[in-house]
C-alpha cells in the first residue's frame, strides 16, 4: 500500500512540474510577442536613410558572400534585449560609415545560417571582406565601441 501510494505521489508531482513548465513557457512567450509588438517601427524617412542597412530576408550568399563591399553581419534575435539595445547603434554606424554594408541576421527565422556561423549567443557580429570572413565580435557595444571594432576590421583607422 505504501508503494502504491508513493506511486500517485509522484505522479501527481510530475504533473504539477510539466504543468508549471507549460505555464512558464507560454507566458514568457506571451511576454515577448507583447513586447515585440510594442517596439517601434522604424519610419519611411529612415529606412531610406540607411540604404547601407539591410535585414536579410533571403539569399545570405548575394546579400553577403558576393558583395565587393566590405560586410558587417549582425546576427540578432527580436527577444534578445541586447540585440534590441544595439539595433539602434548599428544604425547610426551605417549612417556614418556609408562605404561599408551592414545586413542584420534573425538568429530564428535564419539558423541555418546562424549555425553555419557558429553563432551561440547574440549579438554577434561578423565582418566579410569581399565574401571572406575577416574576424567576428560578440555581445553589446556602445558606438564608440562598435565605431573602432568595425574600422579596425576593415583597416580604416580608428
Not at 47 to 62: A, D, I, R, V, Y
Not at 100 to 106: A, G, R, S
Not at 124 to 129: A, C, D, E, L, V
Request: charged residues 15%; glycine residues 4%.
Amino acid at each position: 500500500m505504501k508503494t502504491h501510494t508513493s506511486l500517485i505521489r509522484s505522479l501527481v508531482l510530475s504533473f504539477i512540474v510539466i504543468a508549471l513548465a507549460i505555464f512558464i513557457t507560454w507566458y514568457v512567450k506571451k511576454s515577448v510577442s507583447n513586447q515585440s509588438m510594442q517596439q517601434e517601427a522604424p519610419s519611411e524617412e529612415a529606412m531610406s536613410q540607411n540604404n547601407n542597412l539591410t535585414t536579410l530576408k533571403n539569399g545570405f550568399t548575394e546579400t553577403v558572400l558576393s558583395n565587393p563591399a566590405p560586410v558587417v553581419v549582425t546576427f540578432f534575435a527580436d527577444w534578445c534585449p541586447s540585440c534590441n539595445a544595439m539595433h539602434p547603434v548599428v544604425a547610426e554606424v551605417a549612417q556614418e560609415l556609408k562605404d561599408i554594408q551592414f545586413v542584420e541576421v534573425n538568429v530564428d527565422e535564419f539558423a541555418e545560417v546562424a549555425n553555419t556561423y557558429g553563432i551561440q549567443a547574440i549579438p554577434t557580429f561578423i565582418f566579410f571582406n569581399k565574401g571572406t570572413l575577416v574576424d567576428r565580435a560578440t555581445g553589446f557595444m556602445n558606438k564608440e565601441q562598435f565605431v573602432e571594432v568595425v574600422k579596425k576590421q576593415f583597416g580604416m583607422g580608428a
